[in-house]
């Protein structure tokens, strides 16, 4: 007999927990390699869009950081 909830359970799948540890691998290292990069630009023009790719990368870390800390499901 299957088991009904009433509200979702917190838990994450093997499968997307791989995916997400990926993704946030990836990002990871994308921020890093970017924040690597800004001190020796010259052009602050390309400095500015290094600088928004850091931010977006930081803001997709800091999203798989609240759903593996169970955050989206509450």
Do not use: R
């Not at 946030?24 to 290094?50: A, C, G, R």
């Amino acid at each position: 007999m299957q088991q009904q909830y009433q509200e979702v359970p917190n838990v994450i799948s093997g499968k997307d927990l791989d995916y997400l540890s990926d993704m946030f691998n990836w990002m990871y290292e994308s921020y890093k390699k970017t924040m690597n990069q800004i001190p020796s630009v010259q052009d602050e023009v390309l400095k500015n869009h290094l600088q928004k790719c850091a931010t977006f990368f930081d803001t997709n870390l800091q999203n798989v950081l609240t759903i593996l800390e169970g955050g989206q499901n509450e």
